[in-house]
T-cell receptor
Framework: DAMVIQNPRYQVTQFGKPVTLSCSQT?????MYWYQQKSSQAPKLLFH???????NEADTPDNFQSRRPNTSFCFLDIRSPGLGDAAMYLC??????????????FGSGTRLTVV | RKEVEQDPGPFNVPEGATVAFNCTYS??????FFWYRQDCRKEPKLLMS???SGNEDGRFTAQLNRASQYISLLIRDSKLSDSATYLC??????????FGQGTRLTINP
């Protein structure tokens, strides 16, 4: 089935040690997003790629970076994770112009723990 | 002011009851509106889109009032399986989903 796949489901990293989360999609959607969701809070958009164009949210810390080497893959790099970066990271995709629903599809998320 | 505001709850209602959630949004230029459902430690999943004319999907009814910038969700004959967090979602700008904090619902037997 076409879907959005996030790896790994659970990631434990050490304080200050760089970590990369990955997302892949088989939907051929041209927009990919990374959201951060902390406990009991709303998902918060970090950035998104519209095709190859990177769009950073104004309040996303510099510690968070992203790469999209091709249509199917998108990576979230956290350069120096702090304890406050522990959260669920959600990847989502959509297709520009696909009606009013845009076909938003979420991956299952990666739960990051920082020790 | 938050872009999308919801009462976080929790709402605890007996099985079979009718429950309603409300949501307000601050940006009058918002284009599309949705309700998502999120189970504990899972990703959000689309429950239904919300249209100005109101729309119904089985036991679920969604309403949009653009003048008041207000969205609602009504669940009739609630089931135990309806227990989840319900997220009000608004699209702004270039297809950006903006989420409310979510309303936690627990259906009690």
């Amino acid at each position: 089935d076409a879907m959005v796949i996030q790896n790994p489901r659970y990631q434990v990293t050490q304080f200050g040690k760089p970590v990369t989360l990955s997302c892949s999609q088989t939907l051929n959607h041209n927009v990919m997003y990374w959201y951060q969701q902390k406990s009991s809070q709303a998902p918060k958009l970090l950035f998104h790629y519209y095709d190859k164009d990177f769009n950073n949210e104004a309040d996303t810390p510099d510690n968070f970076q992203s790469r999209r080497p091709n249509t199917s893959f998108c990576f979230l790099d956290i350069r120096s994770p702090g304890l406050g970066d522990a959260a669920m990271y959600l990847c989502a995709t959509s297709r520009a112009g696909q009606g009013t629903n845009y076909g938003y599809t979420f991956g299952s998320g990666t739960r990051l723990t920082v020790v | 002011r938050k872009e999308v505001e919801q009462d976080p709850g929790p709402f605890n209602v007996p099985e079979g009851a009718t429950v309603a959630f409300n949501c307000t949004y601050s940006n009058s230029a918002s284009q599309s509106f949705f309700w998502y459902r999120q189970d504990c430690r899972k990703e959000p999943k689309l429950l239904m889109s919300v249209y100005s004319s109101g729309n119904e999907d089985g036991r679920f009814t969604a309403q949009l009032n653009r003048a008041s910038q207000y969205i609602s969700l009504l669940i009739r004959d609630s089931k135990l399986s309806d227990s989840a967090t319900y997220l009000c979602v608004v699209i702004q700008g270039a297809q950006k989903l903006v989420f409310g904090q979510g309303t936690r619902l627990t259906i009690n037997p």
